[in-house]
């Protein structure tokens, strides 16, 4: 009890008192959330980028399979909270598919697992439709691009955000030339929209994040916080790469001295092995006057 009154501020620890400097009767007063990091914020990496890393680095791509396939492999369970309702979920969810190319409940929990902790978000689409008593209803889930995805935003960056501090809607990238539609933007909010996005409401979107930080809205995967180490790799591997390669297919050698002046047994000896390093370093120094030439190689395909 202890503990709980200093947490809830109140000696008998209703979490149900308001407030008494509340501005609306019956309405808690709470301290607005923070809807941008401010200042300081990092440089996100774009999503697109991580989704190259994850197809182009073989340790990504065996990572973020782990994350994807030993939640499905020690199993799951989708259970209702009300336990009389269990029934109705395992029915919707045996049918989930029929919009998108996700074919059934397996393929939806797969692709969340392989999303968040790629983007550090996952997002589905809650689907619905009219029933025949003409009443709303939640039909289907289908997945969304997480690159095509992010909240929406004013003119300066910060998410737009209720009376109840929740993000309004997200938007969607959909192209210049796409004939989507999207919902539309609630009178008095400011959302700065781009020509080749479109707005969708809160409700529509489920946003599944992966890591949480900073005002919580925001989200990392896994794979971010190593960007920049895995791009060094790739690019320290493909000089390398090219580096065998020229070496492999030609022959560089030295013309040391000239007419004046000829040059001495060690003088060949220092210039050859400044040339042996050259695999392995960017600078040599040659003495005497040294002509650095490459002899071509031509291969001959025999049929």
Partial sequence: MGFWTEFSGFRSASFAAERKDADVPGKPKVAPTATSD??????????????????????????????????????????????????????????????????????????????????????????????????????????????LMDYARDSNGIIVVDENQKPIGYTMKVGMNSRARGDPIPKGYPVNLDMDKVFIMEERIACIFFKQYGNGFESIGAIEPAYL????????????????????????????GDAQRAASKQVMENTLNALRNFSANRFAVFPYPTQLEVLKTEYIHHK
């Fill in 38 to 147: 401010g200042p300081d914020s990092r440089a996100r990496v774009e999503r697109k980028k991580l989704e190259t890393i994850y197809l182009t680095d073989p340790q990504t791509f065996n990572q973020i399979d782990l994350y994807t396939t030993i939640p499905l492999q020690a199993g799951y369970q989708i259970k209702a909270i009300n336990k009389g309702s269990q029934r109705q979920y395992e029915e919707f969810f045996a049918g989930v598919g029929k919009y998108g190319l996700v074919s059934g409940e397996k393929q939806l929990v797969s692709r969340l697992l392989h999303d968040a902790p790629l983007y550090g978000y996952a997002y589905v689409e809650r689907v619905f439709g009219i029933d025949e008593y003409n009443k709303v209803r939640l039909v289907d889930f289908k997945p969304v691009d997480a690159k």
């Fill in 229 to 256: 180490d895995i791009e060094r790799k790739q690019k320290i591997k493909n000089t390398y790469a090219n580096s065998i390669n020229n070496n492999a297919d030609y022959k560089t050698y030295a013309i040391v």
